[in-house]
């Protein structure tokens, strides 16, 4: 099944995201959303942030147009 597309929901949701001004020093970046939602917040969160594997938790917890326990 090919990847869900970002819905504008999505894209604003990623937009305030980058927007906030990130403190510098140790963090933990979190996020928990729809499987093409947490994606680019993962992404976002290793790149533009540089933090690692152990610094960030992306869950996928659904997938748009699933249905069923834990759809995805």
Do not use: Q
């Given at each position: 099944?090919?990847?869900?597309?970002?819905?504008?929901?999505?894209?604003?949701?990623?937009?305030?995201?980058?927007?906030?001004?990130?403190?510098?020093?140790?963090?933990?970046g979190?996020?928990?959303?729809?499987?093409?939602?947490?994606?680019?917040?993962?992404?976002?969160?290793?790149?533009?942030?540089?933090?690692?594997?152990?610094?960030?938790?992306?869950?996928?917890?659904?997938?748009?147009?699933?249905?069923?326990?834990?759809?995805g």
């Amino acid at each position: 099944m090919p990847a869900p597309a970002i819905t504008a929901d999505h894209a604003l949701s990623l937009l305030w995201v980058r927007l906030l001004a990130w403190p510098t020093g140790s963090a933990f970046g979190w996020c928990a959303a729809e499987a093409a939602a947490a994606s680019p917040g993962r992404e976002h969160g290793g790149g533009r942030l540089a933090l690692g594997r152990n610094e960030t938790l992306a869950a996928a917890y659904w997938r748009r147009g699933a249905a069923g326990l834990m759809a995805g």
